[in-house]
Structures are given as structure tokens and as C-alpha cells.
């Protein structure tokens, strides 16, 4: 008999149905498995024995293998590379702020079809959607680690190896279970999606999600640029992109996160700043400027970080014209947890890395 993860809501209450338990018994295993972070079924005390039996019978609580799990020297970054049944690795980083906000970026897919120039993921093409048990297992295996440090995790951010877009429906499954009261019991603000500007997409999420949070990565204001570094670009150029992204803010009135990566020489140089300050200046916009984190992983293995000073002078530019920003801090690069470093990592040392199947 195949057995079904324990997050297949519809599988386990059909399975209830089939057995004639009452309905209010998803509740009590909800409880248990959301709320008190219950792992094995027969410490589900709540209910009968015969339930938990059946339960052991016909579900599975976690499917991802532990590979390797590391914190930063700082305490404030755990990252995790998990193992999937089928022999995939996936990973998940915890941020743990000083402000007490912990948020966990997740993985959605195993690689990544998209290409970008400076992510550690392009050599492997797209390997799988992952299905929904296995972007769920990775929020409760932090949340999990979260708790037994008495705090709370706090925010979801779906942008480990992938493009969300991509894998859309599983997404919208997933993001409607870490808000629901429970479950995790997020609140949609809490829950960002980044994508890489997949227009079509984009505008069914902000008919499907205008609550949730969305940020993009832009890493150029210009399609030149950008078309050099995010082949994307060839697809939907700035212009398609910001008319679906206005009609995102004018749905929601919230605030984009902007994304930009810096590279020293590609995308840095102070002309782009008033660019960058031009398009967004009458935006809702909140950009993110993001230091490059060298790793040889990359399609360009010249790239370097821009030095911070430049990045300050492009932040001072975008001040004088009211677009917000903000500088992110490298809390983990002792522990390689940039975009899909460690599991590059990790598949380098055993010699199996894929040519890129698609880009
Ligand atoms: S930056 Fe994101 S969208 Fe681009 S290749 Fe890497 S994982 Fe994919």
C-alpha cells in the first residue's frame, strides 16, 4: 500500500470518511501535528489507538533526509540541504534577526530552469517541482527547530532554488496552509513570493493573493543590462513587467521588494542609480540591494562583489529621490547559503554534477 504524507489534507479526511471516524478527529491530528509539533503518530494522545494504527498504516510525516544542516558563526543563519526519496537535494535557509523575527526562505523546485548569470543553480536546469509535501516538510522542520529554541518562526519566504512561478498550483496550496489559522497560522503579509518577473504569473497571483507579499528580482533598470544577466528578460522586458507589477500595487497597495544583486562592474556602475531612482521613484517600492556573494558555481566565474562604499553612494542616490532601500547583511557566508551553494557544494564533492539541461 502506497502511504500519503500527513499534510495531504485531502487524502487523510477522505481516508477518515472511508474508516467512518468522525469528522472533529482532523482536527484533534491537525492540532497535534501543526500546533504541538507532534512526529510520531503514537504520541497523538487525542485520539483512539485505532486512529493513530491507521494513521501509521496509510501516512508519512517527513520524507526529506537531513543531509546536512550548518549555522553560521553568528548564530543567525541555519541553512539545510535536504534529500529528497528521489535522490534530489534541496535546500532552506533560517534567518534568525536580531529584531527576534525569524524567517525561513524555501525551495519549490530542485534547480532552477531560469538561467540568471550569477546563481549557483543554473548548471543544473530544472530537476523536479517538488510536490507539496516537500515544501511543507522544510517550513516544519524549522518551525520545529524554531520552537525548541522558544521562539517562533515568523516569516515565509519562497525563494531558495527555483522560480515559484514555475510551480504555481503547489505554491497556492502551500501558501493557503502556512496562513491557515490551523496551521501555521502566518498572516499573508508575512508570506513573500520572489520571482523572477514571470509576467502571466504575476498577474494571477495578484488576483489570487493580494494580500501576500511579492518581491522581484530586478538586479538592472535597464532591459540591456538586464537581458545580459537574466535571460527572462528576452521574455518579458521591463516595460511588461512594470505594467503588471502597477497593477499589482494599485490591486493591493502594498509595497514591492525590488531585488538587486550587486556586481561589481556589471550592474553597479552610479549611472544606473538614477536609473533605478527614475523608474521607481512613484512606485510603492522597497529595494533590497543584495552584496554578490562570489562562488565559482556561477555562469561568470569573474564576477566579484561590489565594494560596499559603492553600494552606500547608490543607497544615498536613491535617498535623495525618496526611494526606500536597504543593504542586506551577509550573516552566513561561512556556510556557503547563497542561492543553492551548499547543495552545488555538496554535489561537486561527489563528482555528479548534471550538464545544464535547459535554459
Ligand atoms: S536567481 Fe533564482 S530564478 Fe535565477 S537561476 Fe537562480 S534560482 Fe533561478
Redesign the pocket.
Known amino acids: 500500500m502506497t502511504r500519503f504524507s500527513i499534510h495531504n489534507q485531502t487524502a487523510l479526511k477522505e481516508l477518515l470518511a472511508e474508516n467512518k471516524i468522525p469528522a472533529f478527529r482532523y482536527g484533534q491530528i491537525e492540532n497535534a501535528i501543526y500546533k504541538n509539533f507532534i512526529k510520531d503518530f503514537d504520541e497523538i494522545q487525542t485520539i483512539p489507538k485505532d486512529l493513530r494504527e491507521l494513521l501509521k498504516e496509510n501516512c508519512f510525516y517527513q520524507s526529506l533526509e537531513v543531509e546536512h544542516q550548518a549555522t553560521s558563526k553568528n548564530d543567525q543563519t541555519t541553512k539545510f540541504l535536504f534529500r529528497t526519496e528521489d535522490n534530489l537535494l534541496i535546500e532552506a535557509v533560517l534567518m534568525r534577526h536580531l529584531s527576534g523575527r525569524n524567517t525561513l526562505c524555501i525551495s519549490c523546485q530542485a534547480g532552477?530552469?531560469?538561467?540568471?548569470t550569477?546563481?549557483?543553480?543554473?548548471k543544473l536546469g530544472l530537476q523536479k517541482n517538488l510536490p507539496l509535501h516537500e515544501i511543507v516538510e522544510q517550513v516544519m522542520y524549522a518551525a520545529d527547530l524554531v520552537n525548541s529554541e522558544w521562539s517562533r518562526l515568523r516569516n515565509i519566504v519562497f525563494m531558495?532554488?527555483?522560480?515559484p512561478m514555475l510551480n504555481y498550483d503547489v505554491m497556492k496550496q502551500a501558501i493557503h496552509m502556512f496562513t491557515d489559522q490551523k496551521k501555521f497560522d502566518l498572516s499573508n503579509r508575512r508570506v513573500t513570493v520572489s520571482t523572477?518577473w514571470i509576467v502571466p504569473w504575476i498577474n494571477k497571483f495578484t488576483d489570487d493573493f493580494p494580500q501576500t507579499s511579492l518581491a522581484i528580482?530586478l538586479h538592472a533598470p535597464n532591459d540591456e543590462i538586464r537581458k545580459s544577466i537574466?535571460p527572462?528578460d528576452h521574455t518579458y522586458n521591463l516595460e511588461t513587467l512594470m505594467t503588471s507589477l502597477d497593477r499589482y500595487t494599485d490591486k493591493t497597495n502594498k509595497r514591492i521588494f525590488y531585488e538587486y544583486i550587486m556586481i561589481n562592474g556589471v550592474n553597479d556602475h552610479l549611472k544606473l542609480a538614477d536609473e533605478l531612482w527614475q523608474l521607481l521613484q512613484w512606485r510603492l517600492a522597497h529595494v533590497n540591494f543584495i552584496p554578490y556573494n562570489a562562488w565559482e558555481g556561477t555562469a561568470s566565474d569573474w564576477y566579484t562583489t561590489t565594494p560596499r562604499f559603492i553600494i552606500e553612494k547608490f543607497q544615498k542616490i536613491l535617498e535623495k529621490y525618496w526611494v526606500i532601500s536597504t543593504i542586506r547583511a551577509t550573516m552566513w557566508d561561512d556556510i556557503n547559503a547563497a542561492?543553492?551553494q551548499l547543495a552545488r557544494k555538496k554535489k561537486d564533492e561527489q563528482n555528479e554534477i548534471p550538464e545544464k539541461s535547459q535554459d
Do not use: I
Not at 532552477?112 to 540568471?116: D, G, S
Not at 531558495?160 to 522560480?163: D, F, L, P, S, Y
Open positions: 532552477c530552469p531560469m538561467a540568471c550569477f546563481c549557483a543553480t543554473w531558495g532554488m527555483w522560480e523572477c528580482s537574466m527572462v542561492c543553492w
